[in-house]
């Protein structure tokens, strides 16, 4: 059975920083695709930023360019998202997901955690 974990989420102000962990269980981690979307109250679910697992092909959202940063541990199979210089537009809710392939990630992915909240007041 996969399973996705996610940890890390808070609240933070403006300016500051958060680290998001996603560790995954009973996946082919090794040639996966894994990532974070997010999700704001009366707002679309956006893709923020990916990974390949097996060559660390990196995928990001405009907005967060510059200030987020998504990397892997691949003994612990693991993926991580250092959020950097948060905005209030950042606050929302946090999904680990992951799929065999970047299509299928980013068409909506076939496994999701349960989410994590990231809160950033101004």
């Known amino acids: 059975q996969v399973q996705l974990v996610e940890s890390g989420g808070g609240s933070v102000q403006a300016g500051g920083s958060l680290r998001l962990s996603c560790a995954a269980y009973?996946?082919?981690?090794?040639?996966?695709?894994m990532g974070w979307f997010r999700q704001a109250p009366g707002k679309e679910r956006e893709a923020v930023a990916g990974i390949d697992s097996g060559g660390g092909s990196t995928s990001y959202v405009d907005s967060v360019k510059g200030r987020f940063t998504i990397s892997q541990d691949n003994a612990k199979n693991t993926v991580y998202l250092q959020m950097n210089s948060l905005k209030p537009e950042d606050t929302a809710m946090y999904y680990c997901?992951?799929?065999?392939?970047?299509?299928?990630?980013?068409?909506?992915?076939?496994?999701w955690g349960r989410g994590t909240q990231v809160t950033v007041s101004s």
């Open positions: 997901a992951a799929d065999l392939t970047f299509e299928g990630w980013i068409r909506g992915a076939k496994y």
């Open positions: 009973g996946y082919f981690y090794s040639s996966a695709y």
